[in-house]
């Protein structure tokens, strides 16, 4: 009998598969910065200057296999004693689902293979799994446990001391995407000297830590693109069949690897490395503008999407055939009037790229990214 990979997934035979993150497009809040700002002392300036180094290290340096901030932030999140039940019942209470999020992965989930591929603690994945209905199965996310950690106390309190040191570095805002500067800024080299340091020289001494962090995976810029490709491994879809939704730096290059392959790429509320790795980009406040474009590739792949982009008003899409029509009419009720921005990436010039991309930087940090 020939082997069918999606048989042995459990699953009926498609012929496309959807991925997506998490943070901005599932969630507005990251139970990483919540912890910090909770149990580390500064923690939000903390939790900010490794967001900066990771973003640094990733892409600005082209650093392989470069940690998330999520790893990089737990031994500090330790030190400050969290338990897992402190992290559940976070992750619980202070869940904040993007409009629409729970119906998208739903709707989808019930058209094609859906899985979600994010750096965030399980904590917090499982809460979203419980609050959408998504299956946890379908899920890659950093699978850790506080309670097993066992960082000594000696390391922990080094660790506290580190925290407080680091809040003192400058964070810039420099953007170096599109090779626009060729070499870092004066507060940028400050940071990376004293994270570099830190990581190389001061956290090798702490066994402890090391040993703790040396168990755990971490999906960050490179390990999202290899997710990618494991699931396509397993699928046999290909990636001008594949989806992605994402919104974080860490999801270029798997956005990437799928906009080259004429696959759907959207940016939803995407930094600027994320709206750069798309070929459509979107922000608003719903997400149920991700359901629709994902129901036309589905019928129609990317030629489908990108047509009905061309008919993107109000008026039109009351009229405009399209995959589903009541999906359609949700999606105009939620906006209110407003319609989500959306852009084909590949045929906007840099000029309009560029407002593009402030407008959703500006809707990240309303919403607390």
Not at 11 to 35: H, R
Not at 292 to 309: D, H, P
Request: charged share 25%; proline share 3%; aromatic share 8%.
């Amino acid at each position: 009998m020939e082997y069918n990979p999606m048989a042995e997934l459990g699953l009926p035979e498609f012929d496309k598969q959807f991925m997506c993150s998490s943070l901005g497009f599932v969630t507005w809040n990251s139970l990483t910065k919540d912890l910090c700002s909770r149990y580390v002392r500064n923690g939000n300036r903390v939790f900010d200057v490794l967001r900066r180094y990771e973003t640094i290290g990733a892409f600005a340096l082209s650093r392989q296999n470069f940690p998330s901030v999520n790893k990089m932030a737990l031994p500090f999140i330790h030190a400050g004693g969290v338990t897992d039940h402190d992290a559940y019942a976070m992750a619980e209470s202070g869940l904040k689902l993007v409009d629409g999020a729970a119906r998208a992965l739903r709707y989808v989930n019930g058209l094609m293979p859906a899985f979600i591929s994010t750096n965030a603690y399980e904590h917090q994945m499982m809460a979203v799994c419980e609050e959408s209905g998504f299956p946890f199965s379908n899920v890659n996310c950093m699978r850790v446990s506080f309670d097993e950690m066992n960082i000594t106390k000696g390391d922990a309190r080094r660790i506290r001391s580190a925290g407080t040191k680091i809040t003192s570095l400058p964070v810039s805002n420099q953007d170096y995407s599109g090779g626009r500067m060729k070499y870092l800024d004066g507060a940028d080299s400050a940071l990376v000297d004293v994270l570099d340091r830190f990581q190389e020289k001061d956290l090798m001494k702490m066994e402890s830590v090391t040993d703790a962090l040396g168990k755990l995976p971490s999906l960050g810029v490179n390990e999202k693109a290899y997710v990618l490709l494991e699931t396509r491994k397993r699928t046999e879809i290909n990636f001008e069949d594949t989806a992605y939704v994402g919104s974080d730096s860490s999801d270029f290059q798997a956005m990437d690897m799928v906009k080259d392959s004429d696959g759907l790429s959207v940016a939803f509320n995407g930094t600027e490395y994320a709206v750069r790795g798309s070929n459509v980009a979107v922000v608003g406040d719903d997400a149920t503008v991700v359901s629709v474009l994902v129901a036309e590739f589905y019928n129609g792949g990317i030629e489908a999407v990108f047509s009905l982009l061309e008919r993107w008003d109000a008026d039109s899409l009351r009229r405009v055939p399209c995959a589903d029509r009541n999906l359609m009419d949700a999606m105009l009720k939620a906006s209110g009037g407003n319609l989500p921005k959306v852009i084909k990436t590949d045929d906007a010039d840099e000029g309009a790229l560029e407002g593009f991309i402030s407008d959703s930087l500006s809707h990240r940090a309303k919403n607390g990214l």
